[in-house]
């Protein structure tokens, strides 16, 4: 069905399609940006009641928050964020973090992140003397860069069928067919013996793992831990926080003759013989409904099946949740004499409760005031979470208070044992956010956030396609391939237009 799908669109690609998008995370505002500046016709649904999704803001007072994502990148030369802007030919006033972050590691030692590579390289061979840290980095590095050489190939990777197959055997690509073992092969095996047996070293690697991969070294494939361990290479800020990038995305939508709808939530999709039909409630309690040529939805592969009938939810794929991460998150303000820099942290603990891991703490821009006063940051604090460790608070609510308020008082302790150094004169309520507050005002199932993580289970052949069994609905997101964050879904986004278009756009124009 879906080939005779990319069939018709092939037939008609110049003509202007009627597409509905459901949802507003980067994924969404993305494609139908890009597709709404291809000369189609582009409707956004969005429920909540700003853009962004999970990378979404929140105010209280003077202070704006990130409310979920915190870290931006692939602005880089051919990366997917670049290419998009030069499609849509629009610039943003990003500034490129030279120093991005410091790894706080359980023995004490701080221990800064260059976004140069040579510096930090340097620096683990300061820290961690007895490796051969050059030859492992540039080994990321290269794959690292041959993988965004890979995934250029835009609509046809991964391939999905023999055509896709016989299309990626390009010179480009044939030369770098090694590289596909480096997709199923644990990482924790490409590693030298001797970094295996340094305890701190692979806890370094581990919780950068676990934030850009969300699995350690024994479960992430060596291909996609490239990715993930030379992302501080790439990281930028962004004037206003996550969601200023989110609606310059949605501008363009509009400067191109598309809508975008907020506090407009979905709630079925009825296909028809010529296209669906696209229902839902809009305030005051309004409904509406939407004739479309093709619907495409940004939310996760559990809940895109909850939007058509029994008898077409059953076409669905069961996608387990394989490790899927929830999110607990604390949100404050704080003065200080000595402005908090480099912008995040990333601090590595043990807990006799809640095992091993680490916090993220993200600061806004002393210089942005657009986010806090002058003299104050504001403070967006998480780590990982399994959505089931948390009691429901509709059935237990006492025991569901109890365990926000233990990380509440355990996210103070550890803020303040980290950042004394800063002088913190003033800190406003910390606010504390768990899985059922994502499920709450994002709609995502069971709150999982960050989509499915990248492991050998779910690799590059068995993570979801955007293509699904019902005809002219598509899926993009970080539950479909690439994935998570930012870069990814963007780059998700740029093959789902190519796709339907026939035009390869993760490639420079």
């Known amino acids: 069905m879906a080939n005779r799908s990319h069939q018709r669109h092939k037939n008609k690609q110049k003509e202007k399609q009627n597409i509905v998008i459901i949802g507003a995370g980067y994924a969404g505002l993305a494609f139908g940006a890009l597709m709404a500046k291809c000369g189609h016709e582009i ?95 540039h080994s990321l590095k290269k794959r690292e860069e041959d993988l965004w050489t890979i995934l250029a190939q835009g609509q046809y990777f991964p391939p999905r069928s023999l055509s896709d197959f016989f299309k990626l055997l390009t010179p480009e690509l044939l030369k770098r067919t090694p590289l596909g073992l480096w997709a199923f092969t644990p990482f924790m095996q490409t590693i030298p013996a001797s970094m295996k047996r340094d305890d701190k070293l692979m806890e370094l690697i581990n919780e950068q793992l676990i934030i850009s991969t969300q699995s350690h070294a024994h479960q992430v494939p060596a291909l996609i831990a490239a990715m993930g361990l030379i992302y501080p290479d790439d990281m930028y800020y962004h004037p206003g926080g996550m969601s200023a990038y989110a609606y310059q995305l949605g501008e363009v939508i509009k400067e191109n003759g598309g809508e975008v709808f907020t506090r407009h939530k979905v709630t079925s999709v009825e296909p028809k013989q010529h296209g669906l039909v696209v229902y839902g409630m809009a305030p005051a309690k309004k409904t509406f409904e939407k004739k479309a040529d093709i619907v495409v939805s940004n939310l996760t592969v559990w809940d895109n099946p909850k939007l058509f009938r029994e008898s077409e939810r059953k076409r669905f794929k069961i996608q387990k949740e394989r490790g899927a991460w929830g999110a607990v998150t604390a949100y404050f303000a704080c003065k200080t004499q000595n402005p908090i820099d480099p912008l995040y942290h990333q601090i590595h603990f043990h807990h006799s409760k809640f095992g091993d891991g680490s916090f993220f703490f993200s600061f806004s821009d002393p210089k942005d005031e657009s986010r806090a006063p002058q003299g104050w940051q504001t403070v967006t604090v998480s780590t990982h979470t399994r959505a089931d460790q948390w009691p429901d608070p509709n059935k237990d609510k006492d025991a569901y208070l109890s365990l926000k308020r233990e990380y509440h008082e355990w996210i103070e302790e550890v803020f303040d044992e980290h950042f004394s150094e800063n002088e913190i004169t003033e800190k406003t309520k910390v606010e504390v956010g768990s899985p059922h507050t994502f499920e709450c005002f994002t709609g995502r199932h069971k709150g999982l956030v960050g989509g499915l993580p990248h492991n050998l289970k779910n690799n590059i052949l068995t993570f979801p396609s955007q293509e699904t069994p019902i005809e002219n609905f598509y899926q993009i997101g970080d539950t479909t391939f690439p994935g998570q964050g930012v870069v990814g879904v963007v780059t998700g986004a740029l093959m789902l237009a190519g796709k339907l278009s026939h035009t390869n756009f993760l490639k420079r124009n």
């Open 43 to 137: 409707t956004l649904y969005e429920a909540h009641t700003y853009l962004g999704g999970c990378a979404s803001f929140f105010k209280r007072k003077n202070f704006t928050f990130d409310a979920g994502a915190t870290t931006l990148s692939g602005f880089g030369a051919n990366r997917p964020l670049a290419i998009l802007n030069e499609h849509l030919g629009i610039t943003c006033p990003i500034e490129k973090l030279d120093r991005p972050m410091v790894l706080h590691l359980k023995d004490g030692r701080k221990i800064l992140r260059s976004a140069d590579l040579k510096e930090w390289i340097q620096t683990l061979e300061e820290e961690f003397p007895g490796h051969d840290h050059q030859s492992f980095w």
